[in-house]
């Protein structure tokens, strides 16, 4: 019924681009969460290292299980949107393959094969190297994050603001400065801002479940794990979400000077305004070119797009009504990023205070322990957020200005699209569904208490005497094992036999 809806009142064109945004709203999530914990777990090793307490390799040990999960689900999810621009967007690989297919191709060789040669030391290598060589696996690992994701913002910044290349006689696009394509007009700021944010909502996520800890009487034991969790997202909160704020600003007025009609979207600005309103809510009418409903500020949007109480904003009425995004989707996204920034803001605020005095880890402070617990996820909402208003808001085009999106996609029948869309929703709430059980199964046990690394061991291969003599070649395993004296417990391990490593 649902398929047979989409087929009769969606065309193949709305369907594909429902579905990339299906699928790449569930990758985001995972390659942001990853970036920000293996830096966060680098910092962990560090102070281990640096001061020999166990409660930073209990807190490591903990999160490293979650990260493991968390950087499988972004690889998978990946793989499979990578897949789309072959199946539903091959004109527009086709077209902008020529530059984007090196950006990506970069991005495995120079991340995704640094994170995956040390990824395997890191999550099993504890007790097996040295101190020094596992930190240098998190630390490399983390660095891979970055330069992956330096690469694919590289990449989607010039389909934002594209430079560097030259529309050929046969409608394909050839590279004809790379330095300018790497290094786009946007790029800068949108890799601060979307690196920032990545750092932003893991510290949410960590201080709101450290708090969490705190509070449960099921995690008293855990109270000094929650201690350290908290307390290194408060430095985050208190320094770096301000620091958003300011890196957002100078993104917007990079925008502003690219791609103006996205910023008359997500202000719901229609007509060309001087001191422009802050709408505070509305509900943009685009069928009629304006807004229902407005709750405004005067000045405050020309005062922050053109630092100017009389600077003129323009307004979307001076593109054609198929040249202006969909405005109610980034305007209220933009709200909902903009929103939960400053809710970021004055959590960091209120840790600033808790800190003066002295209350922050106190069990007493419960309503700054939920609020910490409330901004939780919303650090993915403001994610995703930020992202809709990003994607949704260069609309109509692929490669802002040079490719449409209805010029983009592959010759499809809606059916098709839709079997596919109903396929991925049924097979990523199974598959993501697991994944995020298991997390917050692994968050309700808590970290365990730590163990020598001589000791520690994430398998146990201990083997009986008996199975230990035949790996090692007697033939007569089981009779030598009675002659050994131990005919009362059989399977107890072997200390005199070569079991081939195993144990």
Known sequence: MFATFMIDQLDALLLARIQF???????????????????????????????????????????????AVVFGLGVVSGVVMSYQF??????????????????????????????????????????R?????HFAATAIVAIGTLISGFWILSANSFMQTPQGFMVGADGLLYPTNWLEIIFNPSFPYRYAHMMTAAFLTTAFVI???????????????????????????MIMAIFVAPAQVL??????????????????????IWEDERGAALRLFAIP??????????????????LILTHSLDGEVKGLKNWAPEDQPPVIIVFWAFRIMVGIGMLMVLVGLFSLYKYFKKQQFNPESV????????????????????????????????????????ESMSPLAAQQVATTLIGFIILYIFVFGAGTFYILRLIAQGPKPYEDPAEDHFYDHSVTEAQGRALSGDKN???NTKKNGDDDDMSKPANDVDDGGLR
């Open 477 to 479: 395993a089981g009779e």
């Open 86 to 127: 072959g199946t539903n967007w091959a004109v527009f690989s086709d077209k902008a393959g020529n530059v984007l297919g090196p950006l990506l191709a970069y991005e495995v060789l120079t991340a995704f094969f640094l994170e995956a040669s040390f990824l395997g030391i890191m999550l099993f290598g504890w007790g």
């Open 247 to 268: 890196i957002g600003d100078e993104h917007g007025l990079n925008t502003l000077e690219h791609q103006p009609a996205k910023v008359a979207a997500m202000e719901g």
């Open 367 to 406: 309503w700054f322990h939920r609020a910490w617990m409330m901004m939780t996820p919303l650090g993915f909402l403001a994610l995703l957020s930020g992202w809709f208003v990003t994607e949704t808001g260069r609309q109509p085009w692929t490669v802002y200005g040079v490719i449409r999106t209805a």
């Open 207 to 233: 201080g709101g479940i450290g708090a969490y800890y705190l509070q449960s009487k099921k995690h008293v034991e855990h109270r000094r794990h929650g201690r350290i969790m908290l307390g290194m997202a």
């Open 21 to 67: 945004a299906f699928v790449i709203s569930f990758h985001i999530v995972f390659p942001a969460f990853s970036i920000g914990l293996a830096s966060w777990l680098t910092v962990l090793e560090f102070r281990w290292l640096r001061t020999g307490d166990p409660i930073y390799a209990e807190v490591y040990k903990h999160w490293v299980k979650i990260f």
């Open 129 to 133: 190297v040295s101190k020094r060589m």
């Open 285 to 302: 009418d685009q069928k009629n070119q304006t807004n229902k409903y407005e709750v405004k500020i005067p000045y405050v949007t020309g």
